[in-house]
């Protein structure tokens, strides 16, 4: 079980409001772009999204943006934890029951995990598989430049 550095409900917090946001974005239009929320030093639960100077932006483009704004308030110490949900197709080696899903990155300082739940949209609705969580290494919750490959 990893210690955590902060509450692990704030966690638990930013991965349930990125899920119903990210469902309810599905079940409405089919898709949505990255968004993310994170955890003050308040220790308040705060929407963010990113707005890129592109009418229709990539995801991947959108997601480095929310990224880097993240980490970036983490090491000024604004942000405890940070979340960012992305519309994806799951990697075929996790095994999922839909191909597509919505990717969370959930992180705090020693904490870092990707959190996909599968989807498939249907003509009675949306169907939604179990979570498959993946430990993956820190983007976000990190100090100056000590992420992996710099």
């Not at 963010?48 to 990224?67: C, K, M, R, W």
């Not at 995990?113 to 598989?129: A, Q």
Request: net charge negative.
């Amino acid at each position: 079980m990893p210690e955590f550095a902060i509450d692990p409900h704030k966690l638990e917090e930013l991965l349930n409001y990125c899920i119903g946001f990210a469902k309810q974005m599905i079940e409405s239009h089919g898709a949505f772009h990255p968004f993310g929320a994170v955890i003050t030093s308040a220790g308040t639960l705060t929407a963010v999204g990113a707005d890129i100077g592109e009418e229709y932006p990539h995801g991947a483009a959108v997601f480095q943006f929310l990224q880097g704004a993240m980490r970036g308030r983490f090491q000024k110490r604004e942000i405890i934890a940070a979340s960012i949900a992305t519309d994806v197709n799951i990697p075929p080696q996790y095994e999922p029951v839909y191909p597509d899903g919505v990717r969370v990155l959930l992180e705090c300082e020693g904490f870092s995990r990707f959190i996909y739940l599968p989807y498939r949209i249907s003509n009675s609705g949306v169907e939604y598989g179990e979570f498959i969580p993946v430990d993956v290494p820190p983007s976000i919750c990190v100090w100056r430049d000590d992420r992996p490959g710099r």
